[in-house]
């Protein structure tokens, strides 16, 4: 990847992926920012955002702990319901109105990093996948409105390996896949997933927004 | 108007409950339900429609009755489930169909906290809850859940960001209920309709080039009626007919949505 120092970029989440992506990103010469799974709200993105005169890129990953804890839905209380779908949710759409004002002064790139459940759905994890989904979609609405203020939005698909302990990812796997990877492997996040994160937010790319990119070693083959 | 009478018959001894139901799809739906035989609890915030919609099914012979439900508050969605067991004994098919309106449309930088919080509760948390709430009796009859969702849920929209991302939300979880349930014979699915509603009235209020402008994008050239065009597509959905689908959304736009 090519060295880019000055461009800074704020990774959204704790844990996996959102730490190897920045990993992958500091590799590739950007200055990093993290904000982890704490509240999004007015408070944490004004403490975020004022101090940037301009942000480059943005990726979101931020999906506390019990999202990704495999539970059936009748087996969930609402308080559980609302932290593992409508807080990772309303955290998700908040953050991008924070935002806004300094991505549209770089004219940067917005990621959501959603796990394949959200397209696909996953038996245990119906919380996750809805805020996950509707963090896809809301991508392309952020894409549509965006674009006027020279800022591109996307969405990155991951295999469920990214997310989930081991055990779950492979019971995810077995449910949604009747074959192996087509490439031989899923994507390390660092190594192979970065590069196309970042990849996004050159001028090779200055045509595309609102794109969901499926980047999971051709596991699963949408549309 | 009133649906297809090919219907007649095939929700026979099926009870249905329709939230949302007082106007505009819901109570297209629920009027479609109960011309296919459906008995069916008109689930409504307001009496003031709630009450008439059920009157106007039971003018035309259908079996419907009203019951107050305030989908935000997960005591009247049991509430509704146990008035439909009073009252007809069974539930088949939940309709989840209230939202709360998305409101005039505005970027995402422009919409306050508490029209976020209030577009969640209706749509993601009262999904979870109408689910939940229904689940021993879809299981124990075969039964199904029925999402009304948005094209805005597919594709996105530029006009109601916010409103594409919960109509999503409800996508990714009801895709993830289909696996789950599929095993209890549950089925899950839902439907994406652009259709002559309320809201859509009041939008083409404020923009009032909006109806022409849709219409003129819509193959089949108008926009679809809640009770003739959206509602059959629920009676399918609930029907012996869809018994092999699930986790699906139907786009019923008259092909508005083609690339979804």
Not at chain 1, 31 to 37: A, C, H, N, P, Q
Not at chain 2, 2 to 15: I, S, W, Y
Not at chain 2, 26 to 46: D, K, S
């Amino acid at each position: 990847m090519t060295s880019r120092g000055s461009r800074t970029a704020l990774v959204v989440g704790s844990g996996d992926p959102a730490d190897s992506l920045g990993v992958g990103l500091v590799a590739a010469g950007w200055s990093l920012l993290r904000l982890g799974d704490g509240p999004i709200d007015d408070d944490t993105v004004a403490a975020a955002f004022p101090t940037l005169e301009h942000l480059d890129l943005v990726v979101h990953a931020r999906y506390p702990a019990l999202c990704r804890w495999r539970r059936e839905l009748t087996d969930l209380t609402t308080k559980q319901w609302h932290a593992a779908c409508d807080e990772p949710l309303e955290a998700g759409i908040r953050l991008a109105r924070g935002a806004y004002g300094p991505l549209r002064a770089a004219g940067g790139t917005m990621v959501y990093v959603v796990p394949l459940m959200a397209s696909a759905g996953g038996d245990g994890f119906a919380p996750f996948a809805g805020a996950a989904e509707g963090l896809r979609v809301f991508a392309k609405s952020l894409a549509k409105t965006w674009g006027e203020a020279g800022i591109r939005v996307h969405a990155i698909t991951l295999d469920p390996s990214a997310f989930l302990a081991p055990d779950d990812a492979a019971g995810m796997a077995e449910a949604n896949s009747l074959h192996d990877p087509p490439l031989g492997r899923v994507p390390d996040v660092a190594d192979e997933v970065s590069p196309v994160v970042d990849a996004l937010t050159t001028d090779a790319f200055a045509a595309l927004t609102g794109a969901s990119l499926v980047v999971d070693g051709g596991l699963w083959m949408p549309g | 108007m009133t649906a297809d009478n090919r219907l007649d018959r095939l929700l026979e001894d099926q009870v249905a409950i329709v939230t949302g139901a007082g106007q505009g799809v819901g109570e297209g739906i629920a009027a479609a339900m109960a011309q296919a035989g459906a008995r069916v609890v008109i689930a409504a915030r307001r009496s003031a429609n709630g009450e008439p919609a059920a009157q106007a099914i039971r003018d035309r012979g259908g079996q419907a009755l009203f019951c107050r439900c305030d989908v935000t508050r997960r005591d009247d969605i049991d509430a509704a489930v146990a008035f439909s067991l009073q009252h007809w004994g069974r539930l088949d098919a939940m309709v989840h169909n209230a939202v709360s309106p998305p409101g005039p449309p505005r970027p995402i930088q422009e919409v306050d906290d508490e029209t976020i919080a209030s577009q969640i509760a209706t749509s993601t948390t009262a999904t979870f809850h109408c689910a939940q709430a229904a689940f021993g009796e879809l299981r124990a009859n075969g039964g199904t859940l029925v999402v009304l969702t948005s094209p805005a849920g597919i594709e996105g929209s530029g006009h109601l960001p916010l409103y594409g991302a919960v109509k999503g939300a409800q996508r990714g979880l009801l895709k993830s209920l289909a696996r789950e349930w599929g095993p209890h014979g549950v089925r899950v699915n839902a439907i994406a309709p652009v259709a002559s509603t309320p809201a859509m009235d009041a939008a083409t209020e404020v923009n009032p080039t909006l109806e022409a402008r849709l219409v003129g994008r819509t193959p089949l050239g108008r926009i679809g009626d809640p009770t003739a065009d959206i509602g059959p597509v629920a009676v399918f959905l609930a029907s012996g007919l869809a018994r092999h689908m699930t986790g699906q959304t139907l786009a019923v736009d008259g092909g508005r949505y083609l690339g979804l």
